[in-house]
């Protein structure tokens, strides 16, 4: 079953923690993304990845950054957490090559920053 | 660019009911379509999707028609059970390499007995 695990379903952190959250995915998908759920606002693209060490913006990476070291392992970063951060950070990956088109998504990452 | 709009929600609606949720984008060219689902405490799962116009996704007894003249992808459920109740989000693919989708606000439905 394919599956891609986020490390922790709840955290909360103070403002100015240092705030990593993992993702790994076990189907040898190239890209991986990193979104941001808000009621009303629905998914909003933070970052994605098309290859180890690659990387690109999306929509709002402001106050983020990531990681792709490996090729199953996709880390959102937050160097300086903000209250305005709290929220709901959802991992996916999808493969390039054949498939559905489907993107597999973790169960996500409720963060509250206090 | 491209967006996707969706109706807001929640809709709320008897168990057996008709639901329909309204689904417009804007893009160029021809997008694949998507509907994903949202059940409480879980990630998002694809329910259905179209890749050309007049496909239609279908699974789990949810529709969706792609409609290029209206630009609009529709999902319809003929009688909603309880266990229907979730988040729902149309999504369009974002044309390039990176398989980037660009995803509605989401539509909570919720089905009472």
């Known amino acids: 079953d394919v599956k891609v695990t986020q490390s922790s379903r709840y955290l909360v952190k103070r403002t100015g923690e240092k705030v990593f959250l993992e993702c790994v995915q076990d189907m040898d998908h190239e890209n991986m993304f990193w979104y941001r759920q808000d009621p009303g606002l629905g998914l909003r693209l933070i970052y994605f990845s098309y290859d180890v060490k690659m990387k690109e913006k999306g929509d709002i990476p402001e106050g983020y950054s990531v990681s792709r070291e490996k090729k199953e392992r996709f880390s959102l970063i937050l160097e300086s957490a903000s209250t305005n951060q709290t929220s709901m950070y959802l991992c996916a990956s999808i493969t390039n090559v054949g498939g559905t088109g489907e993107l597999f998504f973790g169960e996500g990452s409720r963060l509250t920053v206090l | 660019g491209n967006s996707v709009t969706q109706m807001e929600g929640p809709v709320t609606l008897s168990e057996e009911a008709f639901l329909t949720i309204n689904c417009t984008y804007t893009?160029?060219?021809?997008?694949?379509l998507f509907w994903y689902v949202q059940y409480p405490g879980e990630g998002l799962q694809l329910l259905l999707k179209?890749?050309?116009?007049?496909d239609k996704g279908s699974n789990k007894g949810f529709e969706a028609t792609y409609r290029k003249e209206t630009t609009s992808f529709h999902l319809e459920k003929g009688s909603v059970q309880v266990s229907d109740s979730a988040v729902y989000f149309c999504?369009?693919?974002?044309?390039?390499?990176?398989?980037?989708?660009?995803f509605g606000t989401g539509t909570l439905l919720a089905v009472q007995p």
């Open positions: 893009a160029t060219g021809y997008p694949s």
């Open positions: 179209a890749t050309k116009a007049d």
């Open positions: 999504a369009l693919r974002d044309g390039g390499a990176t398989n980037k989708l660009i």
